[in-house]
């Protein structure tokens, strides 16, 4: 039988954390949780917490002194921990008529049992992992346009080489992060066990632009790594044409030396 959480209120708050690269959770997993995909343990007084493997978490019912208190045990499972975490906050209220929407941070819910509870967490997981790799790819944007501009005007410049090589690989780190790590499009498995939760899900999803959102990074991406090949092929042209250069030059230079040698020469 599905556990219901919160038995004793009609509104919770739930925050969103993207706390680093990777979450190391063998060691909780080890224990008996709420529930496993994602996983759910106890946290505080009568909270929980969904923890995610690709470095999000998501708190529901925590005080901020037992939030402080909680992610200071959860410190050393972070792997390459971010200096500044993306975070979203909302209110989970219980709404059975309007289950699935979210409206200026509050999202309605049917009740508060776990699969509930984590199917949110799934969406608000992904959520601040999309914002945080969107700040991230403004930011690869902004520094490989000025080579895209440049390019009108020559195409010699050596300099581009290594940090176009630097942006591209932060390019397809990205989207190896967000395809086959936290698999952004793909449904939760929780989905396979409990298909009543497939409304909630598809709405929130909508809700928070999920599809549309990871669309959108996956075009910024696609025409940066476009704008970085092709600056980095004529960057290789030119240097494939200046070695032909040289070797044509060396040709005439013998061809001179060998006419001195027969016609000049003493």
């Not at 917490?49 to 992610?71: H, M, N, R, T, W």
């Not at 979210?102 to 992992?129: P, R």
């Not at 396979?192 to 909508?206: Q, V």
């Not at 030059?249 to 027969?262: A, F, G, H, K, P």
Request: net charge negative.
């Amino acid at each position: 039988m599905q556990k219901n959480l919160f038995t004793d209120k009609d509104a919770v708050k739930g925050r969103a954390i993207f706390l680093g690269e990777r979450l190391d959770l063998r060691t909780l997993e080890a224990t008996e949780p709420l529930a496993r995909q994602p996983l759910v343990v106890l946290a505080g007084e009568s909270g929980c917490a969904a923890l995610f493997k690709y470095g999000a978490a998501v708190l529901f019912g925590l005080s901020p002194i037992e939030e402080v208190s909680f992610l200071s045990h959860l410190k050393p499972l972070i792997v390459e921990p971010f200096e500044a975490p993306e975070t979203e906050e909302v209110t989970i209220r219980l709404d059975p008529d309007r289950a699935g929407q979210a409206e200026n941070g509050v999202i309605s819910v049917q009740e508060f049992s776990v699969s509930c509870l984590q199917i949110v967490a799934e969406v608000l997981a992904k959520s601040v992992v999309l914002a945080h790799y969107e700040i991230g790819t403004a930011v690869v944007f902004d520094q490989v346009e000025p080579f895209a501009v440049s390019l009108q005007r020559t195409t010699k410049n050596e300099r581009w080489g290594k940090e176009l090589l630097r942006q591209l690989g932060r390019t397809l780190s990205i989207q190896h992060k967000i395809v086959g790590r936290v698999e952004i499009i793909d449904k939760p498995e929780l989905l396979w066990e409990a298909p009543d939760l497939e409304r909630l899900y598809s709405r929130l999803e909508n809700e928070y632009e999920i599809r549309d959102r990871h669309l959108a990074l996956e075009r910024k991406l696609g025409l940066i790594s476009s704008t970085a090949e092709t600056v980095l092929e004529l960057l290789q042209h030119n240097s494939t044409l200046r070695v032909e250069w040289y070797v044509v030059i060396l040709i005439v230079v013998e061809i001179l030396l060998s006419l001195y040698n027969i016609f000049l020469k003493p």
